[in-house]
């Protein structure tokens, strides 16, 4: 069983930064990949960003060069550093993880960018 539990969400203005942090229990952490998606109202959860046991990550095209995934295994975290943060990127995120082709997710964190 894992436990994901995100927290950094809040109500920023545009250009502003956020980071998000996703702590997971359990031994197996440091052995899985972990994502992040987001959902926002009236839209499909998509991917934003997902970051490999061995640190490997890969980016939607609306992330790039604006978020950063990270993962500390002794603290069993993954952080999303969002950075430039535009009014479209409204929206719950959501921490994701599957462990043998169970999927785990996190209650989300509501991120409100506006002025």
């Known amino acids: 069983q894992v436990q994901l539990v995100e927290s950094g969400g809040g109500l920023v203005q545009p250009g502003g930064s956020l980071r998000l942090s996703c702590a997971a229990s359990?031994?197996?952490?440091?052995?899985?990949?972990m994502d992040w998606y987001r959902q926002a109202p009236g839209k499909q959860r998509e991917l934003v960003a997902s970051?490999?046991?061995?640190?490997?990550?890969i980016y939607a095209d609306s992330a790039k060069g604006r978020f950063t995934i990270s993962r500390d295994n002794a603290k069993n975290t993954v952080y999303l550093q969002m950075n430039s943060l535009k009014p479209e990127d409204t929206a719950v995120y959501y921490c994701h993880t599957d462990v043998r082709y169970r999927d785990y997710w996190g209650q989300g964190t509501q991120v409100t960018v506006s002025s």
């Open positions: 359990g031994s197996i952490f440091s052995f899985v990949t």
């Open positions: 970051i490999t046991p061995g640190g490997s990550t």
